[in-house]
């Protein structure tokens, strides 16, 4: 009778200590998560106290593309990073599909056992499976993701460690749900509401950035195929106040926002489109010389003036522009220089009748005036 009483002690102790390193993990990722908005660092977090308590062979977190309903590895260990960097997985594909597409955990502890899966692990023996855990990453009714891990121990762990598991996957949709909140908030803050082109706000934010690596490149002395130049131009509407005047603000807003469309197709993903205040756009052109700039420049005021807008209101509007050319370093050697000389050319534009490209030079602004084969007049 003592023996036995001795026995559950040792058995009662090591359910205690088991239940204190669960409540540690539990401490260690609740302030992880209250003290860094990281991304990257808190699931990191997670996946380390995940590795040091189920000690599997190698695991996985697989994220969920809202865009292509795909599943992607984003971390992963134990297995060669090149091999999964480009995998992707549909609903319903292997087991982290399968997961994802019925939302219900999968916990097999011994694959010999399961008559299912061990054929699963007899078709796959690169895997070399014996046991699995895959695990929904979930936040309302939503699949964010999914945990697996292969080759744990499962069998020797009690129902807690599982319970475990399953915590730490909602520490993870916690951690993933605050990152799209976040970034849903940077996106917002800056962007303008009208026309979905970065604010202002942002356009100097990017403009020191530009200048910064400018001022790296030329410092350095290592030979680089990136060109250090950069212009920026400034677009002003012509004759917008008669849109407002006549048509009300409605059609104004949505001319705006289709003339951002025109602006930010037109010069391309590799630059970058803003809305600077009223009927003010601006473009910055990364990584173009002048002569390069001033072709793309020629291109948005050919675009402009070859499209109909507002044809969403039963319009058909034609819209002109005067449009200002400045490049970094030789128009402007600092941020506000070179705005400076991009707005002093947008109003020599207007200036010289409205509807042309002025372009920034040191001994006499060039003129470039709107093709003459516009539709529209």
């Known amino acids: 009778m003592k023996d036995r009483r001795k026995t559950d002690r040792r058995q009662l102790a090591t359910i205690d200590s088991r239940q204190m390193e669960s409540l540690r993990v539990f401490h260690e990722v609740a302030r992880a998560l209250t003290s860094n908005l990281e991304l990257d660092s808190l699931l990191r977090s997670i996946m380390a106290k995940m590795e040091e308590f189920f000690d599997p062979e190698h695991w996985s977190l697989l994220m969920f593309d809202e865009e292509t309903s795909e599943l992607?590895?984003?971390?992963?260990?134990?297995?060669?990073?090149?091999?999964?960097?480009?995998?992707?997985?549909?609903?319903?594909?292997?087991?982290?599909?399968?997961?994802?597409?019925?939302?219900?955990?999968?916990?097999?502890?011994?694959?010999?056992?399961?008559?299912?899966?061990?054929?699963?692990?007899?078709?796959?023996?690169?895997?070399?499976?014996?046991?699995?855990?895959?695990?929904?990453?979930?936040?309302?009714?939503?699949?964010?993701?999914?945990?697996?891990?292969?080759?744990?121990?499962?069998?020797?762990?009690?129902?807690?460690?599982?319970?475990?598991?399953?915590?730490?996957?909602?520490?993870?949709?916690?951690?993933?749900?605050?990152?799209?909140?976040?970034?849903?908030?940077?996106?917002?803050?800056?962007?303008?509401?009208?026309?979905?082109?970065?604010?202002?706000?942002?356009?100097y934010t990017l403009l020191e950035q530009e200048i910064v690596q400018h001022i790296a490149v030329s410092a350095s002395r290592v030979v680089t195929i990136v060109q250090p130049h950069f212009s920026l131009l400034f677009l002003d509407l012509d004759h917008f106040k008669s849109v407002n005047d006549r048509y009300g603000h409605l059609v104004g807003s949505r001319l705006l926002a289709e003339i951002g469309n025109v602006l930010k197709r037109t010069i391309g993903p590799d630059h970058a489109a803003f809305r600077y205040g009223g009927?003010?756009?601006?473009?910055?052109?990364?990584?173009?010389?002048?002569?390069?700039?001033?072709?793309?420049?020629?291109?948005?005021?050919?675009?402009?003036?070859?499209?109909?807008?507002a044809a969403g209101h039963g319009l058909s509007l034609s819209m002109t522009a005067s449009l200002g050319l400045a490049t970094f370093p030789q128009d402007g050697a600092s941020l506000h220089e070179l705005i400076r000389a991009a707005d002093t050319m947008m109003y020599t534009a207007k200036e010289n009748g409205r509807n042309q490209l002025v372009v920034a030079n040191s001994n006499a602004p060039a003129i470039h005036p709107t093709p003459s084969t516009s539709r529209h007049g």
């Open 72 to 203: 992607y590895y984003a971390l992963s260990a134990g297995v060669d990073d090149s091999l999964l960097s480009d995998l992707r997985l549909a609903p319903g594909e292997g087991i982290a599909g399968y997961v994802a597409a019925t939302g219900i955990p999968l916990v097999v502890p011994d694959i010999s056992a399961d008559p299912d899966w061990s054929r699963y692990a007899a078709a796959h023996p690169e895997l070399n499976m014996k046991s699995i855990a895959c695990l929904p990453i979930r936040h309302g009714d939503r699949t964010l993701g999914i945990l697996q891990l292969n080759n744990s121990e499962l069998d020797l762990l009690p129902e807690s460690s599982i319970a475990l598991l399953r915590v730490l996957c909602d520490y993870a949709a916690i951690a993933l749900e605050n990152a799209r909140h976040v970034k849903l908030i940077q996106h917002l803050s800056i962007t303008d509401d009208c026309t979905g082109l970065f604010n202002a706000r942002h356009l």
């Open 279 to 309: 009927d003010e756009f601006v473009a910055l052109l990364r990584g173009v010389d002048k002569p390069a700039a001033t072709d793309l420049a020629s291109r948005v005021l050919d675009a402009l003036t070859h499209t109909e807008f």
